[in-house]
């Protein structure tokens, strides 16, 4: 259902929609799907979906911005369905984009999909100078290289997997005061993609 209201909500992505309509558009797709908006809410979340535009890293809040051609935006769809959360996202051109803008998102979807492609019973959580997951209930794990998480993949585990990359190349981050939106302190755009593994 996660996928489907990602998907959904991606085929409305044109310039000049508002990102403000995105969340309508997500919002009524998660709530004909018997769901809840996961985001809706929590800890302060006004909204049903994170967009995020351009320098924003991760959890842009939809408001009045209106996409124009030659953006990039991240859909972060969550949804909660009998009893489980799905939390996914990914990146999109909004019309025509650069070749630097095509090449961060190929870059980090493929991140994602190296990172997926090694998941199995026995993988060590903490690979070092690799990251790797994200988990956003127990255990914690760090989703940055060089963490020291313990533990090791098991049967029966769900969580993320979710690549961050700016063009920048800088790890740095500013935080707006709606306690949400991360924005690469560089101005450098920033893709993402995540995806759950069970």
């Excluded at 924003?56 to 939809?62: A, L, T």
């Excluded at 859909?75 to 990146?91: C, E, P, Q, V, W």
């Amino acid at each position: 259902m996660g996928r489907e209201v990602l998907d959904h909500t991606a085929a409305h992505i044109r310039p000049r929609i508002t990102t403000d309509e995105l969340d309508r558009i997500c919002h009524e797709a998660i709530i004909a799907r018997d769901s809840y908006p996961s985001t809706l809410n929590y800890r302060g979340c006004p909204k049903s979906v994170c967009i995020s535009v351009n320098e924003v890293i991760c959890h842009g809040i939809p408001d009045q911005t209106v996409l124009q051609k030659g953006d990039i935006v991240n859909l972060d769809i969550s949804l909660y369905h009998g009893g489980f959360h799905a939390d996914l996202n990914a990146t999109y051109p909004v019309g025509h984009i650069d070749e630097e803008s095509k090449e961060l998102i190929k870059a980090t979807k493929q991140a994602l999909d190296e990172a997926m492609a090694i998941c199995k019973p026995g993988t060590l959580y903490s690979i070092d100078a690799h990251p790797l997951v994200q988990f956003h209930g127990k255990p914690l794990i760090a989703h940055y290289g060089g963490s020291k998480t313990p533990g090791k993949m098991e049967v029966g585990h769900c969580f993320t997997i979710e690549p961050m990359i700016n063009a920048g190349g800088a790890a740095s981050c500013d935080h707006w005061n709606d306690s949400w939106t991360a924005v690469a302190k560089d101005g450098s755009r920033s893709a993402q993609f995540e995806d759950m593994v069970l």
